[in-house]
């Protein structure tokens, strides 16, 4: 069963910067994709920016310059560095990850998405 923990949200004024961190556990082997969605009140969730396992991008065009989304496959970790906050940005941030095999079971491709439970970024003054 694969766990998500994530970690570094927060309030923070405008132009300030936060970094976001979920650590993915469960006798994982390898994670396909990982990355970050948000979802503001009253909204859809919405991709941020993910990065595959062999260090391919995608970002939301609002974050682009803003926003970088780095991994280190060894710890199954993914961050997401944000910078020049702005309130509208404030949103429920989510870590998804994708594509897993587990060291229990190497001949099985796990294809489901799992979520973060979530973490709160607040930009405001």
């Known amino acids: 069963q694969v766990q998500l923990v994530e970690s570094g949200g927060g309030l923070v004024q405008p132009g300030g910067s936060l970094r976001l961190s979920c650590a993915a556990s469960?006798?994982?082997?390898?994670?396909?994709?990982m990355g970050w969605y948000r979802q503001a009140p009253g909204k859809q969730r919405d991709l941020v920016a993910v990065m595959t396992r062999t260090g391919s991008t995608n970002y939301a065009d609002s974050v682009k310059g803003r926003f970088t989304v780095t991994r280190d496959n060894a710890k199954n970790t993914v961050y997401l560095q944000m910078n020049s906050l702005k309130p509208e940005d404030t949103a429920v941030y989510s870590c998804?990850?994708?594509?897993?095999?587990?060291?229990?079971?190497?001949?099985?491709?796990?294809?489901?998405?799992?979520w973060g439970q979530g973490t709160q970024v607040t930009v405001s003054s």
């Open positions: 998804n990850v994708v594509g897993i095999t587990y060291y229990s079971e190497p001949n099985y491709f796990d294809p489901a998405a799992h």
């Open positions: 469960g006798s994982i082997h390898s994670i396909n994709v």
